[in-house]
């Protein structure tokens, strides 16, 4: 996959919008504090297990499917920089 996208990103351009919440509604709805909800909205960390499964609980998803997405976004994040100083270790 090219450059899949952060899954804040998801959830701030159509999730959120959708449910017709702004941003503290939507942490208060999932027991989170505003500034939790609002780093990953702005794609200043990622989606934590807990953040998945109170997505799940509140209707928003799968918990796995918020895991994969972010998985995702990360290893390819990680594919993009050089690994300086690694050596082959074993045959594949």
Same mark, same amino acid.
């Given at each position: 996959?090219?450059?899949?996208?952060?899954?804040? &990103?998801?959830?701030?351009? @159509? *999730?959120?919008?959708?449910?017709?919440?702004?941003?503290?509604? +939507? %942490?208060?709805? #999932?027991?989170?504090? &505003?500034?939790?909800?609002? @780093? *990953?909205?702005?794609?200043?960390?990622?989606?934590?297990?807990? +953040? %998945?499964?109170? #997505?799940?609980?509140?209707?928003?998803?799968?918990? @796995?499917?918020?895991?994969?997405?972010?998985?995702?976004?990360?290893?390819?994040?990680?594919?993009?920089?050089?690994?300086?100083?690694?050596?082959?270790?074993?045959?594949?």
């Amino acid at each position: 996959m090219m450059n899949p996208p952060h899954p804040g &990103r998801l959830l701030r351009r @159509r *999730v959120v919008p959708a449910l017709g919440l702004n941003i503290t509604e +939507f %942490a208060e709805k #999932l027991g989170m504090s &505003r500034v939790s909800v609002s @780093r *990953v909205l702005n794609e200043k960390a990622g989606i934590s297990s807990d +953040f %998945a499964v109170r #997505l799940e609980h509140a209707g928003v998803g799968n918990a @796995r499917h918020w895991m994969n997405m972010q998985t995702n976004y990360e290893l390819w994040q990680a594919e993009q920089r050089e690994q300086n100083h690694v050596a082959k270790i074993a045959a594949c």
